[in-house]
């Protein structure tokens, strides 16, 4: 059995079915693990969330934002935008039944000696809180406060955690840090600065980094896979981190790693 961990699909269906074909994955007896954002930008949504769907104990994800997106449109609490592409998905007879597996899926998933998120975990959270904290969001999305839920989900504050954030605010501030972070202080102050995102480089003057460049985080010593940062190229991984989105949606590379032997194997655009 071989464990397959890929990056940001966002409805690229094609892709996604030729480079499991390049490894010869057998769902018989192989796994894929995907870091969030399964759907969205790229043409076929649908497909991919039926074809994750339909692969049963064989798939595992952790949310993303455009998972989240996408359940925050079904819910009636956002418009879809201009640079959506959900409308078949959304129009689909089978919708209810794959928003409501997709929504039930978490936030962290641990495989192994491996810790999977979309986005990353702040350098001042220790893998168990963090783990408690992705639950506490989980618990909420399978609850009749889902809807409460969704209508404060978007936001840029709270820009730091604190233990005596409580309900929308506590519940967006987490969601923030594991499905849209990308650079943070090293006291964890998020920074959504778009140009800044650009690089993972520590700012002097702001203290602001890629989350995984602090040296003191708590989780350095755990192998941390994750995807949502395109702007990396799959660059500056490192020993206990491992970018996975390379902007396939944007024209870029689709990432796959087999999670044995920690080879990439890449797919690029036609």
Same mark, same amino acid.
């Given at each position: 059995?071989?464990?397959?961990?890929?990056?940001?699909?966002?409805?690229?269906?094609?892709?996604?079915?030729?480079?499991?074909?390049?490894?010869?994955?057998?769902?018989?007896?192989?796994?894929?693990?995907?870091?969030?954002?399964?759907?969205?930008?790229?043409?076929?949504?649908?497909?991919?969330?039926?074809?994750?769907?339909?692969?049963?104990?064989?798939?595992?994800?952790?949310?993303?934002?455009?998972?989240?997106?996408?359940?925050?449109?079904?819910?009636?609490v956002r418009k879809p935008t201009r640079y959506d592409t959900l409308d078949a998905l959304l129009a689909a007879p089978d919708r209810e039944l794959l928003?409501?597996?997709?929504?039930?899926?978490?936030?962290?998933?641990?495989?192994g000696d491996y810790t999977l998120v979309h986005a990353g975990i702040p350098p001042q959270w220790s893998l168990s809180q963090a783990h408690a904290l992705a639950a506490e969001v989980s618990e909420v999305l399978c609850s009749a406060r889902a809807g409460?839920?969704?209508?404060?989900?978007?936001?840029?504050?709270?820009?730091?955690?604190?233990?005596?954030?409580?309900?929308?605010?506590?519940?967006?501030?987490?969601?923030?840090?594991?499905?849209?972070?990308?650079?943070?202080?090293?006291? =964890? %102050? $998020?920074?959504?600065?778009?140009?800044?995102?650009? #690089?993972? /480089?520590?700012?002097?003057?702001?203290?602001?980094?890629?989350?995984?460049?602090?040296?003191?985080?708590?989780?350095?010593?755990?192998?941390?896979?994750?995807?949502?940062?395109?702007?990396?190229?799959?660059?500056?991984?490192?020993?206990?981190?491992?970018?996975?989105?390379?902007?396939?949606?944007?024209? =870029? %590379? $689709?990432?796959?790693?087999?999670?044995?032997?920690? #080879?990439? /194997?890449?797919?690029?655009?036609?």
């Amino acid at each position: 059995m071989t464990d397959y961990a890929i990056g940001d699909i966002q409805g690229c269906y094609r892709g996604l079915r030729e480079i499991l074909d390049a490894v010869d994955f057998d769902p018989a007896v192989d796994r894929l693990i995907a870091t969030g954002d399964l759907v969205n930008r790229g043409p076929d949504s649908l497909d991919t969330l039926r074809f994750c769907r339909d692969l049963g104990p064989r798939f595992k994800t952790v949310l993303g934002n455009h998972d989240l997106h996408l359940l925050a449109i079904a819910h009636g609490v956002r418009k879809p935008t201009r640079y959506d592409t959900l409308d078949a998905l959304l129009a689909a007879p089978d919708r209810e039944l794959l928003l409501d597996w997709l929504q039930r899926q978490p936030l962290l998933l641990d495989i192994g000696d491996y810790t999977l998120v979309h986005a990353g975990i702040p350098p001042q959270w220790s893998l168990s809180q963090a783990h408690a904290l992705a639950a506490e969001v989980s618990e909420v999305l399978c609850s009749a406060r889902a809807g409460e839920y969704f209508e404060g989900m978007y936001g840029n504050q709270p820009e730091r955690w604190s233990e005596s954030l409580r309900g929308v605010e506590r519940w967006r501030c987490i969601t923030n840090y594991l499905t849209r972070m990308r650079r943070c202080s090293s006291a =964890g %102050r $998020l920074e959504f600065d778009e140009a800044a995102a650009q #690089s993972h /480089v520590l700012d002097p003057a702001t203290d602001c980094a890629g989350w995984f460049v602090h040296p003191a985080r708590k989780t350095r010593h755990r192998a941390i896979v994750f995807g949502h940062w395109a702007a990396l190229e799959g660059e500056h991984g490192g020993e206990y981190h491992f970018p996975l989105d390379t902007g396939y949606v944007w024209g =870029g %590379r $689709l990432r796959l790693m087999n999670l044995t032997d920690r #080879s990439y /194997v890449h797919l690029a655009q036609d």
